[in-house]
């Protein structure tokens, strides 16, 4: 049954990601020609305006493409479950779990793809400023070594903390928004108020726990050491980091995760 719901998510929900990541895109390979382009402008100060305001348009653009995504799934997961569409959600001769673990995995595959999309755009911005620069392959290779050789990046446990990171902290992300409805469908009056509030509660715990992520992680160590000892501390530090916030995260996704399907089963206040 499981599965027939993540069918009927991903048909009722496809189209608007899909657009916007494919805008994603779009706005990657304008910004790509128009930074290209710069060097070979006249010296004319309207052109360098329009120039700079379309660059503007391309970063206000990803941003607020991944912001619509989000705001398009945690509507439609406010809709069908708390909403009056809920009394037909909830007829459904299924578990209440199978119907929140349909829409987490519809909301995590969808906020995934709009990060790999919205790299990839950067990355094409990217490589237009390269050719702007116009600097040399070899000394792009040379730079990519030393910075990974000073953070760390070089090693592969590294790179694989790092993609565990994403992966869970983008799963905390939709399960935390998905938390907030959750709490804030308690509210008889102001729904969405008491769901603003409780993310803004969220949002709090959160950096809260980035601080001390980054406080655990041995940056005072780093700064109080010398030679050798502050090389090493430095060279650990962001691998430190992406643990301790790995950790973090996983511990809010078990707590977002488990208030969302007990919330629903014990209080549902439909309107």
């Not at 930074?35 to 329009?50: A, C, Q, R, T």
């Not at 094409?124 to 600097?135: Q, T």
């Not at 950096?207 to 005072?220: D, E, M, N, R, V």
């Amino acid at each position: 049954m499981l599965s027939k719901l993540l069918k009927h998510e991903f048909t009722a929900t496809w189209r608007v990601p899909v657009a916007l990541d494919a805008l994603l895109i779009v706005l990657g390979i304008m910004a790509h020609f128009v930074i290209k382009s710069i060097p070979l402008v006249e010296d004319s100060v309207g052109v360098y305006v329009i120039l700079f305001s379309l660059i503007a348009i391309y970063y206000i653009g990803i941003i607020a493409a991944n912001i619509i995504v989000q705001i398009f799934l945690v509507m439609r997961y406010y809709r069908n479950l708390y909403t009056s569409e809920g009394y037909l959600t909830f007829t459904l001769p299924v578990r209440t779990s199978h119907i929140i673990n349909a829409k987490v995995i519809n909301g995590y595959i969808w906020i995934l793809l709009s990060g790999i999309c919205t790299v990839a755009s950067l990355f094409i911005a990217a490589i237009g400023l390269v050719d702007a620069a116009d600097i040399p392959v070899y000394e792009l290779r040379e730079f990519a070594t030393e910075i990974g050789t000073l953070f760390g990046i070089n090693d592969p446990g590294f790179i694989v903390t790092l993609l565990l990171t994403v992966l869970i902290s983008s799963l905390s992300a939709i399960l935390g928004l998905y938390f907030s409805v959750t709490v804030g469908q308690l509210w008889q009056k102001h729904k969405i108020l008491g769901a603003v509030l409780c993310y803004v509660g969220i949002y709090i715990i959160n950096q809260i726990g980035a601080q001390i992520s980054f406080l655990s992680s041995g940056y005072f160590r780093m700064l109080t050491g010398s030679g050798t000892d502050f090389d090493a501390a430095f060279s650990g530090l962001y691998g430190r980091i992406l643990t301790s916030t790995t950790i973090f995260s996983l511990v809010m996704v078990v707590i977002y995760y488990t208030g969302c399907i007990l919330i629903t089963k014990k209080k549902i206040n439909l309107d």
